[in-house]
Antibody, heavy 118, light 108 residues
Framework: QVQLVQSGAEVKKPGASVKVSCKAS????????IHWVRQAPGQSLEWMGR????????KYSQKFQGRVTITRDTSASTAYMELSSLSSGDTAVYYC???????????WGQGTLVTVSS | QTVVTQEPSLTVSPGGTVTLTCASS?????????PNWFQQKPGQAPRALIY???NKHSWTPARFSGSLLGGQAALTLSGVQPEDEADYYC?????????FGGGTKLTV
């Protein structure tokens, strides 16, 4: 069965960086995109960017451009999201979600809580 | 950047029908926006319900349906159940970016 399993909760200080992983199983990693979405406490979902599982092709939201880097390790079927220059406003749950080409979103990771606090 | 707007909250009685909408600040929503709908309950990750306007996943209950209505994407729940109480989010492909709506809190 398809699963996206994310790394554990993180606590970071302002100005630091965080790297969250999303390990995929149960399907051909290279055939799908992996997107990253975050949700601040009590807020809506926010799209951050995506990576093509098969090609070296990434796309980032303008809001996070320059501060977020999404990478992948196809041999490990794992995608990564690194966010730099953290501030308290980056405290949120970060999710990965799978998309097949053409807007077919289906499976989500369980979420990773990132807390930014001095 | 495009703003995607949903009703902040709606209330429906059990067994009733309710339609949630999703509008784009740039104009009419079409199939080219690939509307997706997600359900989220407290403390849980979102769950996909509808993709590409009206297509259901294998796990999507039959009472959920997606459509385009009056230039907006729409999610209709027919025969609402108590367990449908949740937050619902739409997602649109806007130019090069994907944009979520602000979410609708559905109370049953």
């Amino acid at each position: 069965q398809v699963q996206l399993v994310q790394s554990g909760a993180e606590v970071k200080k302002p100005g630091a960086s965080v790297k969250v992983s999303c390990k995929a199983s149960g399907y051909t990693f290279s055939s799908y995109y992996i997107h990253w979405v975050r949700q601040a406490p009590g807020q809506s979902l926010e799209w951050m960017g995506r990576i093509n599982g098969g090609l070296d092709d990434t796309k980032y939201s303008q809001k996070f451009q320059g501060r977020v880097t999404i990478t992948r390790d196809t041999s490990a079927s794992t995608a990564y999201m690194e966010l730099s220059s953290l501030s308290s406003g980056d405290t949120a749950v970060y999710y990965c979600v799978r998309e097949f080409h053409g807007g077919y979103f289906d499976y989500w990771g369980q979420g990773t809580l990132v807390t930014v606090s001095s | 950047q495009t703003v995607v707007t949903q009703e902040p909250s709606l209330t429906v009685s059990p067994g009733g029908t309710v339609t949630l909408t999703c509008a784009s600040s740039t104009g009419a929503v079409t199939s080219g926006y690939y509307p997706n709908w997600f359900q989220q309950k407290p403390g849980q990750a979102p769950r996909a319900l509808i993709y590409s306007t009206s297509n259901k996943h294998s796990w999507t209950p039959a009472r959920f349906s997606g459509s385009l209505l009056g230039g907006q994407a729409a999610l209709t729940l027919s025969g609402v159940q108590p367990e449908d109480e949740a937050d619902y989010y739409c997602l649109l492909y806007c130019g090069d970016d994907w944009v979520f709506g602000g979410g609708t809190k559905l109370t049953v």
